[in-house]
């Protein structure tokens, strides 16, 4: 645009300066005069933007460092924190949400998507197929969304930007033990916790399930799934009555099946210590979402 402006400021000097007799000399190199003023606006304005692409692309590596020692590091210190706040725009003291998941083939264009939502949701992909991403909580739950069956897991309430990276670290832990027994979607690993306990206490003492699971083949596969249903539903509920709402059965039905759990188990349900062990093999079986015959690897 200035450039452009200046053929019209040399035009104007020319004319001033110029004999009558020069007109038709004026009128045949206009062209020419255009040609070079208009020459020198696109080579200038190709080497701009090529210089702004060069920075941009340094910038964007600088940033890209900067991230990847933020998140390797155990415990972030104060400066490093703050470069990353500033370079991405964020609050070292705000609370925050982190989220992850193993499988990036799934993602599609999730990551993509959620960046788009807001500057300052930070992703990172790592090359073992793992990926991370977290976002300030005032965003909420929104990001989120964008990560719908796609399976991860994530962590509410992060108390400041330091703490992202032990709390990403915990949300890939969880969700590597979790395994192909993760959900469809985000898991909110606060509220999964049980399952997360149950699996490491599986792989530490495998018979500790083992006798349960052996204990309730003795009923009917069918059977076997409805008690496992019910018991799930009232150790989630506490109320036989919301435990018949959810199961489409009579509350005597439930009373039934919870006695049927305990005969079978020899777990009661009013003793603590067998309530906790009783919600783990739930948890770890699976619940409501417990399959025909998937006991067996229970």
């Not at 702004?52 to 020692?69: T, W």
């Not at 400066?79 to 193993?102: E, H, I, M, R, W």
């Not at 990036?104 to 993509?112: C, I, P, S, T, V």
């Not at 792989?203 to 019910?230: C, H, K, M, V, Y």
Request: hydrophobic share 40%; charged share 25%.
């Amino acid at each position: 645009m200035v450039i452009s402006i200046d053929f019209q400021v040399i035009w104007q000097l020319l004319c001033e300066l110029a004999d009558p007799a020069d007109d038709s000399l004026l009128v045949r190199k206009v062209a020419d005069l255009w040609e070079a003023v208009d020459g020198f606006r696109r080579a200038t304005e190709e080497k701009y933007h090529a210089e702004a692409m060069s920075m941009a692309g340094e910038l964007a590596k600088e940033r890209e460092a900067l991230l990847r020692d933020f998140l390797g590091s155990t415990v972030p210190s104060e400066p490093a924190v703050n470069s990353v706040a500033k370079a991405f725009g964020l609050d070292p003291g705000g609370g925050y949400t982190a989220c992850a998941g193993l499988e990036r083939e799934r993602l599609g264009g999730a990551l993509q998507a959620m960046e788009s939502f807001s500057k300052r949701v930070i992703t990172w992909t790592d090359a073992d197929d793992g990926w991370m991403v977290f976002w300030p909580s005032d965003l909420q739950g929104a990001p989120l969304r964008g990560l719908e069956g796609v399976s991860c897991g994530y962590l509410d309430g992060v108390d400041g930007l330091g703490r992202v990276p032990e709390s990403l670290r915990v949300v890939r832990s969880f969700m590597r033990v979790v395994g192909d027994r993760a959900d469809e979607g985000p898991m909110d690993i606060e509220e999964r916790w049980a399952l997360l306990v149950s699996l490491d206490l599986s792989a530490a003492i495998p018979s500790l399930f083992a006798g349960i699971s052996d204990r309730l083949s003795r009923s009917r596969s069918q059977e076997r799934s409805r008690i496992i249903e019910t018991v799930g539903s009232y150790m989630r509920t506490g109320s036989v009555s919301e435990t018949a709402r959810e199961c489409f059965c009579h509350r005597n039905t439930v009373l039934n099946r919870i006695k049927a759990f305990g005969e079978l188990t020899s777990l009661d349900l009013n003793v603590p210590g067998d309530l906790a062990l009783a919600y783990l093999f739930v948890e770890k079986a699976g619940g409501s979402l417990v399959a025909e015959g998937a006991f067996g690897s229970v």
